[in-house]
Nanobody, 123 residues
Framework: QVQLVESGGGLVQAGGSLRLSCATS????????MAWFRQPPGKERDFVAA????????YYADSVKGRFTISRDNAKNTVYLQMNSLKPEDTAVYYCAAVMTSWPVNYRDMDYWGKGTLVTVSS
């Protein structure tokens, strides 16, 4: 069992930055590919970014490419999402998720989910 706990969300003005963290429990963190998804109010949950278990490969949704950076620290069992140049359309609940076997990741294949952290970007 892997537990994921997101933190770092909050209210920020457009153009600002936030860094989300996802702390994981258990000793198998390094076996999981990790991803961030987000769900804007009243909309479906969408893919944001993913990182392979080794940290050697990442990819992003087109909407965040060049602005967001996903990273992981396997020694701390934590994955991060650095968000720069935030826009009001980035407002959403951001979820961290883990999957052992899928790459690229797929929303329906994720093994574990966090409860999410709210990011609100004001204009």
């Amino acid at each position: 069992q892997v537990q994921l706990v997101e933190s770092g969300g909050g209210l920020v003005q457009a153009g600002g930055s936030l860094r989300l963290s996802c702390a994981t429990s258990g000793r198998t963190f390094t076996r999981y590919n990790m991803a961030w998804f987000r769900q804007p109010p009243g909309k479906e949950r969408d893919f944001v970014a993913a990182i392979r278990w080794s940290g050697g490969s990442t990819y992003y949704a087109d909407s965040v490419k060049g602005r967001f950076t996903i990273s992981r620290d396997n020694a701390k069992n934590t994955v991060y999402l650095q968000m720069n140049s935030l826009k009001p359309e980035d407002t959403a609940v951001y979820y961290c998720a883990a999957v052992m076997t899928s790459w690229p990741v797929n929303y329906r294949d994720m093994d574990y989910w966090g409860k999410g952290t709210l990011v609100t970007v004001s204009s």
